[in-house]
């Protein structure tokens, strides 16, 4: 068996929330230290309450913490700072963990003698969560750029506390919390490895989700903002930068314009823009292997001109993912590109496919 060598710190702020699923999944791996829920803005009774007998179990501390900020920063910050094991690992208080899975994470981090380690992650319904769309069958010494990391903006899995205890969530934001601190263990040359089917990090959402709470631009893309500005990041190599910016587009930027679709207002289209600029400062040539119709909806954020129903337009017409506009970047000398349209949406299905196939891992004491 394993030795007890993980903290998993949980962050709560709702007694409502089914913490009993979260920590008992936990509890099921030989190999966990302690389960360090972090009880956020809400009374520890509470929440002992809703753990019932499991509050008793030797392994869970529940550690109050009151700071009046709606981030989860705070509380997750909070459990690192009480991590004393060899590996950290978050979770949300709604999901789950296969059984046995920490104890299947370790015996993958000792094998390949990683830093880290990506679980497979999945819905309650069973649909995979196709990131990040590493490259096929790849199991170990997983490289930022080549395995495209950061697609999976939640740090989930094992971090070990020796090379990156220092490491913390952005304080006071209210959503993205953890691009900064994900960033820099995707890009930091650590020795990262994946792990497939059979213990998976499983992602109940029933209840509803802070991330997708409607706040101004300029609030809900502070994180990027913040992130590429940010003197390591703009210190890294050129195609770590650009493979970052390509996912900023995709993800933050045009996920931000599909879901603001017909509710604009002249402040966030003046947000939108200036993130866009920081971005293409970041790295100028990632524009370059966007498929032509996301060319279109930047270009169309750039121009205060584009009216608001423009903007949306492009953004449905973005989203038309089998169309040639779609698929062609925007450089057609790129077309191979690793990030380019055609390359990259196969990586994706292969991994939406294919996400326990890969680096299956050695069987632990519960699997």
Same mark, same amino acid.
């Given at each position: ?7 998993? %710190? ?199 989700? %802070? ?157």
């Amino acid at each position: 068996m394993p030795a007890t060598e993980v903290d998993v %710190v949980i962050a709560v702020h709702d007694p409502r929330r089914a913490i009993a699923r979260a920590v008992g999944s936990v509890l099921t791996s030989s190999g966990v230290a302690r389960v360090l829920v972090v009880c956020h803005n809400t009374p520890v009774d509470g929440i002992a309450a809703g753990l019932g007998r499991i509050a008793d179990d030797r392994r869970v501390r529940l550690e109050p913490f009151d700071d009046g900020i709606g981030s989860p920063a705070g509380p997750f910050n909070r459990g690192l700072e009480l991590a004393t094991a060899r590996f950290t690992a978050i979770m949300g208080s709604d999901d789950e963990l296969a059984e046995g899975a920490i104890d299947a994470w370790i015996a993958t981090a000792d094998r390949h003698g990683a830093d880290v380690v990506i679980p497979a992650m999945r819905y309650a319904g069973g649909r995979r969560v196709p990131t990040p769309p590493t490259r096929p069958g790849r199991a170990t010494r997983l490289d930022g750029v080549r395995d495209r990391l950061a697609y999976r903006t939640a740090p989930i899995g094992l971090v070990a506390r020796e090379r990156f205890g220092a490491l913390r969530f952005t304080p006071g934001l209210a959503t993205g919390e953890d691009l900064a601190y994900s960033t820099r263990l995707w890009f930091s040359g650590a020795g990262i490895a994946r792990v497939g089917s059979g213990a998976e990090y499983v992602i109940h959402d029933d209840a509803v989700r %802070v991330t997708f709470t409607h706040r101004p631009i300029e609030d809900e893309l502070a994180a990027v903002t913040g992130l590429v500005s940010d003197e390591w990041v703009t210190a890294l190599p050129s195609r770590s930068r650009e493979a970052l910016a390509v996912k900023l587009w995709r993800i933050s930027v045009f996920g931000a314009v599909h879901h603001r679709s017909g509710n604009w207002t002249p402040d966030d289209r003046r947000a939108l823009a200036a993130v866009a600029d920081a971005i293409e400062g970041l790295a100028p040539g990632a524009v370059a292997v966007l498929s032509r119709a996301e060319l279109a909806l930047r270009r169309a954020i750039a121009d205060p001109t584009a009216s608001d129903d423009d903007l949306d337009a492009r953004s449905r017409a973005r989203r038309r993912f089998a169309t040639p506009a779609s698929l062609i970047p925007a450089n057609p000398l790129r077309v191979a590109a690793r990030e380019a349209p055609l390359r990259f949406a196969f990586a994706t299905w292969l991994a939406g496919r294919e996400g326990g196939r890969v680096a299956k891992p050695e069987a632990g004491p519960t699997l």
